[in-house]
Structure formats: C-alpha cells, structure tokens
C-alpha cells in the first residue's frame, strides 16, 4: 500500500521563509522604536516648554510681588552682575549663586537675610521633582539649594532685564530680541546655544531649542 502524498505546504516553513519572516519582525520592531523614541522625545519637548513657560511667570510674579528680581546678590552684587547689556544671565543649576530655584520655590536656609529674599515665603514655581541630583526636574538638596534640569539633564537658562521697563519690556538672547522682561530657555537635546561655562551666550540657537516665548 502507497504511502498517503503529503502536500508540501505541511511540511511547515522553509529555511528561506523563516529568514524573511525574521526579517520582518525585525523591521517592525525597528520602526516601533523609532515611533516610540518620537513619542518620548515629544513628551521631553512638551515638559521642557511647560517648565520654561512656568519659570518665566513665576519670576514675573516674584518681582511684581517683591519690586526686585529673585537673586541672593546685594545691590553692588546686582549692579557687578549686570553686564553691559544692561541684563543678568542665571542657570537653574544647584550652583548657581543668584539661589533663584531656593528663592522661588522657597526653601531657604532659616536665617535672617534668606526670609528677606520671600518675605511672603510664597512657592512661585512648582514642577516634578527628583531624588537624584543632577537628573531631570526639581532637586531640592539640603542647606536650602534646588537646582532645575531639564530634560535632557542640563539646567535651564534664564536672560533678566536689569533695568525692567514694562511700557516695552525686552532682553536680548544671542541674536533674538525677545520683547519681555524675563526669558528661559533649555539648550535641547543637543545641547546647543550655551557656553562652555553654562552661561548665557551669543551663540545662534539650534532647531532643538526650547524656549519660553
């Protein structure tokens, strides 16, 4: 009696038709990590832009609650800070000695001269905060000294009018004029748009740069 003809197709896949199927599931494992990393970098994007918006008010809310800009330095400090350009380059990094995260999410040493620097001791600025200093948002480390990182871990930078004038507010950022008193921006992914030294520059921003105007 003759054995029972089996279809090829039974016999299950080839070697090359295993290859190939591999060959897809890789490529669609590919593009889902290239849409997945889109989405997460949005999402950096999107928080980076909300912290540069609300630093930006709650340092105009500071100082038209205080009449002075949010910084530990003493007048001579102030008018020595002060470039030629008439404004003041600060970072939200934890060394950064104007204390502007301290004094704006009001956690200060308990001293005398530190009450003066909130005297309504007032949380201007709030955003998601880390244990880990160094990583992205709000580290509160003790002493009193927070810093702010962005996203993609580098502070944020932060260009002040010296001299405000509401009637046509304006500080100038590398080669931009932005028309307020106030202005932040984070350096992005690339971390472009800073010097070395992490201060304010006069470089050309790059397409990556998030900014809060």
């Given at each position: 009696?003759?054995?029972?003809?089996?279809?090829?197709?039974?016999?299950?896949?080839?070697?090359?038709?295993?290859?190939?199927?591999?060959?897809i599931?890789?490529?669609?494992?590919?593009i889902?990590?290239?849409?997945?990393?889109?989405?997460?970098?949005?999402?950096?994007?999107?928080?980076?832009?909300?912290?540069?918006?609300?630093?930006?008010?709650?340092?105009?809310?500071?100082?038209?609650?205080?009449?002075?800009?949010?910084?530990?330095?003493?007048?001579?400090?102030?008018?020595?800070?002060a470039?030629?350009?008439?404004?003041?380059?600060?970072?939200?990094?934890?060394?950064?000695?104007?204390?502007?995260?301290?004094?704006?999410?009001?956690?200060?040493?308990?001293?005398?001269?530190?009450?003066?620097?909130?005297?309504?001791?007032?949380?201007?600025?709030?955003?998601?905060?880390?244990?880990?200093?160094?990583?992205?948002?709000?580290?509160?480390?003790?002493?009193?000294?927070?810093?702010?990182?962005?996203?993609?871990?580098?502070?944020?930078?932060?260009?002040?009018?010296?001299?405000?004038?509401?009637?046509?507010?304006?500080?100038?950022?590398?080669?931009?004029?932005?028309?307020?008193?106030?202005?932040?921006?984070?350096?992005?992914?690339?971390?472009?748009?800073s010097?070395?030294?992490?201060?304010?520059?006069?470089?050309?921003?790059?397409?990556?740069?998030?900014?809060?105007?």
């Amino acid at each position: 009696m003759k054995a029972p003809f089996l279809n090829r197709k039974s016999k299950g896949f080839t070697l090359i038709e295993l290859l190939v199927v591999i060959a897809i599931i890789l490529t669609l494992a590919g593009i889902s990590m290239i849409v997945v990393n889109g989405v997460m970098e949005k999402s950096r994007v999107t928080t980076a832009r909300s912290d540069c918006n609300g630093l930006q008010t709650a340092i105009e809310n500071y100082m038209m609650d205080n009449g002075r800009p949010p910084v530990a330095w003493t007048g001579r400090e102030m008018s020595r800070k002060a470039r030629k350009d008439g404004q003041y380059y600060l970072t939200t990094a934890l060394d950064d000695d104007s204390r502007i995260m301290s004094i704006l999410t009001n956690h200060m040493d308990r001293g005398d001269e530190d009450r003066k620097l909130n005297p309504k001791k007032t949380a201007y600025f709030n955003t998601t905060t880390t244990d880990v200093e160094g990583a992205p948002g709000l580290f509160f480390e003790s002493r009193g000294r927070v810093s702010l990182i962005d996203p993609w871990e580098s502070p944020y930078h932060i260009v002040l009018n010296a001299n405000p004038d509401d009637r046509s507010p304006r500080v100038q950022v590398g080669s931009r004029m932005v028309t307020k008193n106030v202005a932040v921006y984070s350096v992005g992914k690339d971390k472009q748009g800073s010097t070395e030294d992490g201060h304010i520059n006069n470089q050309e921003f790059t397409d990556d740069n998030v900014t809060s105007w």
